[in-house]
């Protein structure tokens, strides 16, 4: 987690003097640099291994491993680790959420909203903004290095093909579809994002598929002769980029959107 906040205020040190749509784009190029860089350390000196990835990474032990023999229960890893990981990650997204909540209502939060609002006014009321915004950048890569040592924990391997552009669209797809500034819509997106990507795109190619496999016809048209690029999951940027376009011109607070985004929209539009 330290070493993720200090690569935090690394990244935020060239981007301070940007904000709003500019410092996005930045921080996603930034992103695509770091994996492109990351996937060939592997020579002279070898850093990460390159495509190859790290592996084995060990999991977190059992902690409770003696009281379950204690009790009769047979600690089957097998059996145990995806109920352990699960609730290992309800147990990090609620000290996020309440850390958050937190930082919404401290000196530090109402700090970051000046900034948001107007940084220039922000400055003048006495606002330390390069600390402020190296102090952003710095806890929200220490929750994403938490997050990370529990996905490569799980995955037991990780490269930097694990983090691909798609993954950073993925996510922002997630907040804008929930509402930027909301733990409520931030969870939603999270949720459509991640059922849409793994339950809905991949069911319909395999439901077309099996049509197509069927060989059934309709109103005279034989399924088989469907051509084979027709699967959604193929097209997952274009959904994705068709739903952020969608959101951000018919609901830009997204679907959960903080009251005060909400208001301040609201306001706007009136106006």
Known sequence: VGVAASAGILLGLPVLRLHGDYLAIVTLG??????????????????????????????PPIF??????????????????PLYLYFLVLAIV????????????????????????????????????VRMK?????????FAGAVGVLFSAKQIFINPESFTFMESIGVLAMIILGGMGSIPG???????VTVLNLQVLKGLSLWINELRNAGLT???????????????????????????????????????????????????GDG
């Not at 930034?30 to 060990?58: H, M, W, Y």
């Not at 931030?186 to 459509?192: H, M, S």
């Not at 005279?220 to 011109?249: D, S």
């Open 94 to 129: 609620g000290v996020t959420i309440l850390v958050n909540r937190r930082l919404e209502d401290s000196h530090i939060g109402r700090a970051w909203e000046a900034i948001r609002e107007d940084q220039t006014a922000a400055q003048a009321m006495g606002v330390p903004l």
């Open 218 to 268: 309709i109103l005279g048209f034989n399924l088989a002769n469907l051509p084979t690029q027709l699967e959604p999951a193929k097209y997952e940027r274009m959904v994705f980029g068709l739903i952020l376009v969608l959101m951000m011109i018919f609901r830009p607070q997204g679907f959960l959107p903080a009251r005060r985004r909400h208001r301040e929209l609201a306001g706007g």
């Open 30 to 59: 930034f992103g695509e640099v770091i994996r492109v860089l990351a996937n060939n350390l592997d020579k002279p000196i070898n850093f990460t291994n390159g495509p190859k990835g790290i592996t084995p990474i060990s999991r």
């Open 186 to 192: 931030a969870i939603l997106g999270a949720t459509v």
């Open 64 to 81: 409770f491993a003696p009281l379950l023999r204690a009790l009769g229960i047979d600690p089957n890893p097998n059996v145990i680790y």
């Open 134 to 142: 190296l102090m952003a950048f710095a806890c929200g890569a220490s």
